[in-house]
């Protein structure tokens, strides 16, 4: 990819584009060779196209756990608020990110946080070029509606959205 990039601090980038809010959701698979589950958090799972069902994310280069499981199904969970926890482990670069959490399988056999607001089973089909992260595209194989509350990320806090009563 050849760009004309102008000169923008990456700080200053990272302070105004998190102004976006978005909601944190958990990227889980198993390893093909020893079936470990291995997975990561991302801000940037969305929706792509209804037909097909396409959702896409975007996975930084140096991530060393979306190689682990790309090649399979994963499962997405969307957090729920008050799972900051499973936030902060998901996201640390903890050898065992799964040891404290509460999960159970999806039916590919894909780790899926109990308690999340939504679940989207999924197996990507495109990686693009995306600087120093790829832009995953993934089918939808399945999904359901969870609990609660998202958890939102906005300003670098992990904050909740309240949706007004009707
Ligand atoms: C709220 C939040 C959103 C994040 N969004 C992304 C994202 O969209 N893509 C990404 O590659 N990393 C994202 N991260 C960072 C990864 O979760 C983190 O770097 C993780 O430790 C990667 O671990 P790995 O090396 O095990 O893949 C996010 C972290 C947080 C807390």
Redo the contacts with the bound molecule.
């Keep these: 990819m050849t760009l004309s990039t102008p000169t923008i601090e990456p700080r200053y980038f990272r302070d105004v584009i998190g102004h976006l809010p978005?909601g944190?959701t958990v990227v889980a698979g198993r390893e093909p060779a020893t079936g470990a589950p291995?997975g990561?958090?991302?801000?940037?799972?969305q929706s792509l196209s209804l037909d097909p069902p396409l959702v896409t994310?975007?996975?930084?280069t140096?991530?060393?756990?979306?190689p682990k499981i790309r090649s399979g199904h994963f499962s997405a969970s969307v957090l729920a608020d008050g799972q900051h926890d499973v936030?902060r482990a998901?996201?640390?670069?903890q050898v065992d990110?799964f040891a404290q959490l509460d999960w159970s399988e999806s039916a590919e056999g894909c780790p899926q946080i109990n308690g999340a607001h939504a679940w989207i089973d999924c197996k990507a089909v495109h990686e693009l070029e995306g600087g120093d992260?790829v832009i995953v595209v993934a089918e939808v194989l399945r999904l359901e509606a969870g609990h609660g509350q998202p958890l939102i990320?906005h300003r670098g806090q992990?904050g909740t959205y309240h949706q007004p009563q009707s």
């Design positions: 978005t944190v291995a990561l958090v991302v801000g940037t799972f994310f975007s996975v930084a140096s991530s060393s756990s979306w936030c998901m996201s640390s670069k990110k992260h990320f992990l």
